[in-house]
C-alpha cells in the first residue's frame, strides 16, 4: 500500500513569490491535514479536512496561505506572497477515522520550504 | 501546550533495550497515550498507543503506570536506525488534533 506522498521534496524560492505544495493521502483516507514544521519544532497543524471541507482551519495564516481538497482526494496548499518567515518542513497527514486503528495519522515526508 | 515532559535527548548502546520516559501528570480518563518518532528528513511514523494496559507491538511495548501519571517507550533491541526523535502524546481517540512537543533525541550508539 503507497503511503502518503508529497512532492516537491524540497523548494527554494525567493520572498514575495507564490509557492505551492502538493498531497495525495492514503487510498480512502477520508481525513487529511497540513501541518508546519519549524526547525527543532515538533509539527503545528495548520488546517483539516473531512473529504472536502475544511473542518479545522482555526492556525492557518489567512492573509497569504490557502488550501483546497477538490474532489476530496488530493490537497494543495498554497503560500503567496511567501515571507522569510515561511521557510519550514510542510508535513501532510491523512487518516481514516474509522474503527480501531481510525485515528491514527499517516505522514508523507514533508516539503522543505526554504525562502530567500 | 503539549500535556507531556520529555527528556531533550538520549544515548543507547546498539543492540540494547531502549527506555524513553514521558510524564503525563494531568492526563484524564479519556486519554490515550501515543508515541511517534520521526527519523531525519522524514514525517512521523506511529509507533504505539495505549489507555492503561502496557501493549506491545511489532516495533516496541508501552508500559503506563498503574495511576497513568507517566509511561514508558521500550526499544527491545535498539539498531542504528532507531536514531530519531520520538514523540510522546496524550489525546482523546476522537480528538483530531496531534499537539506535539519537542520529544526526545534518541542517539543509538554503535
Known amino acids: 500500500e503507497a503511503g502518503v506522498v508529497q512532492s516537491p521534496r524540497y523548494k527554494i524560492i525567493e520572498k514575495k513569490q507564490p509557492v505551492a505544495f502538493w498531497c495525495n493521502p492514503i487510498s480512502g483516507h477520508n481525513t487529511l491535514y497540513w501541518y508546519r514544521q519549524n526547525l527543532g519544532q515538533g509539527p503545528e497543524l495548520l488546517i483539516r479536512y473531512e473529504n472536502e471541507e475544511a473542518v479545522d482551519d482555526s492556525q492557518l495564516p489567512k492573509d497569504r496561505f490557502s488550501a483546497e481538497r477538490l474532489k476530496g482526494v488530493d490537497s494543495t496548499l498554497k503560500i503567496q506572497p511567501a515571507e522569510l518567515g515561511d521557510s519550514a518542513v510542510y508535513l501532510c497527514?491523512?487518516?481514516?477515522?474509522?474503527?480501531?486503528?481510525?485515528?491514527?495519522?499517516?505522514f508523507g515526508a514533508g516539503t522543505r520550504l526554504s525562502v530567500l | 501546550d503539549a500535556k507531556t515532559t520529555q527528556p531533550p535527548s538520549m544515548d543507547c548502546a546498539e543492540g540494547r533495550a531502549a527506555n524513553l520516559p514521558c510524564n503525563h501528570s494531568?492526563?484524564?480518563?479519556?486519554?490515550?497515550v501515543y508515541w511517534y518518532r520521526q527519523i531525519h528528513s522524514q514525517g512521523p511514523q506511529y509507533i504505539i498507543h495505549?489507555?492503561?494496559n502496557n501493549e506491545t507491538n511489532e516495533m516496541a511495548s508501552l508500559i503506563i503506570t498503574e495511576d497513568r501519571k507517566s509511561s514508558t517507550l521500550i526499544l527491545p533491541h535498539a539498531t542504528l536506525r532507531d536514531t530519531a526523535v520520538y514523540y510522546c502524546i496524550v489525546r482523546e481517540n476522537r480528538d483530531d488534533k496531534i499537539i506535539f512537543g519537542k520529544g526526545t533525541r534518541l542517539h543509538i550508539l554503535p
Open positions: 497527514a491523512s487518516s481514516t477515522r474509522r474503527g480501531a486503528a481510525g485515528n491514527i495519522q499517516y
Open positions: 494531568t492526563i484524564s480518563g479519556n486519554e490515550y
Open positions: 495505549g489507555l492503561k
